[in-house]
C-alpha cells in the first residue's frame, strides 16, 4: 500500500495551493481518507476527513471554511482545497487512509500514512 502526497510548497499568505494524494495497493474507495498537519516542533493535527463515498467531509475548527477535501474514487485520490492561507498553516501535510467508515480525527484510527508534503506560507 503506498500514499503519495504531492503539490506542497510556498505561498503567500491569503494565497491558495491544492495538495493531491494519490493511492496505490488497496480498495480506494473502502478507505475513508483523512489529512493531518505537523508544524514544527509540534504534534501532528487533524486537519480533515472524506468518508468513503465523498458524501460527507468534517474539517477542524481552525481551517473551516478555508480548506476543502474531495476524492476521485476512480482515480484512487483525494485533494485538499487550500484557501485564504495562513502563516499558521505552515507545516508537513499527510493523507492517511482508515478501513473505517468513519476513523474521525485521532490519527491512530488510521492504517496507512503518506509521506508527507510541506507547505509554507509566508507573511
Known amino acids: 500500500v503506498q500514499l503519495q502526497a504531492s503539490g506542497g510548497g510556498l505561498v503567500q499568505a491569503g494565497g491558495s495551493l491544492r495538495l493531491s494524494c494519490a493511492a496505490s495497493?488497496?480498495?480506494?474507495?473502502?478507505?475513508?481518507t483523512g489529512w493531518f498537519r505537523q508544524a514544527p516542533g509540534k504534534g501532528r493535527d487533524f486537519v480533515g476527513i472524506?468518508?468513503?463515498?465523498?458524501?460527507?467531509?468534517s474539517y477542524a475548527d481552525s481551517v473551516k471554511g478555508r480548506f476543502t477535501i474531495s476524492r476521485d474514487n476512480a482515480k484512487n485520490t483525494v485533494s485538499l482545497q487550500m484557501n485564504s492561507l495562513k502563516p499558521e498553516d505552515t507545516a508537513v501535510y499527510y493523507c492517511?487512509?482508515?478501513?473505517?467508515?468513519?476513523?474521525?480525527?485521532?490519527?491512530?484510527?488510521?492504517?496507512?500514512w503518506g509521506q508527507g508534503t510541506l507547505v509554507t506560507v509566508s507573511s
Open positions: 492517511a487512509a482508515a478501513y473505517k467508515f468513519w476513523p474521525g480525527s485521532e490519527a491512530h484510527e488510521y492504517d496507512y
Open positions: 495497493g488497496l480498495t480506494f474507495s473502502s478507505y475513508a
Open positions: 472524506i468518508s468513503r463515498d465523498g458524501a460527507v467531509t
